[in-house]
């Protein structure tokens, strides 16, 4: 279960598929279907989210294997999107905002990203007047539209 997140990572950037069913630990599976303001939540639940459409199909418990691994499994379903979930005008900048919000988790996005970019906090907190958000906001509770909402008007600012 180690390679998980780096051979999904290849599967879904590949885009060549139209599903992946794996199973894989139950915690990966989480964080991959996990929704905002939740522990699980996180860049990778986003990255996946971004090019497939997640789907939790069933757990498969220790004891259904020889031997017994310490851990519950899980079998989840990629399916790629046929388009993006929303147009972003700079997707790079859009996975560098969303690894940054979540390196520095208990900060403020905008002390997140600040320091994450290397840019000014006040810039950053202006971006996310513009689109709507509060200045004390985490990075935990943004959705995929928020984030890319942010990377746009960001994106006119750097």
Known sequence: YNVTSPVLTALIRSGCFETITVMIQREVARR??????TPDYGAFSLFVQWYTHPELLFDVPPHCFHPQPKVTSSVIRLTRREEKPCAVSDE??????????????????????SSGLGCERAT???????????????????????????????AKRL
């Open 92 to 113: 790079e900048l859009l996975f560098r905002i969303i690894r940054a919000a979540f390196n520095q988790r208990r900060k403020t996005l905008a002390n997140a990203l």
């Open 124 to 154: 950053v907190e202006q971006a996310q007047e513009a689109v709507g958000l509060d200045v004390r906001i985490r990075g935990e509770a943004l959705d995929l539209g928020s984030f890319v909402a942010l990377t746009d008007e960001l």
């Open 32 to 37: 991959i279907c996990a929704a905002p303001n």
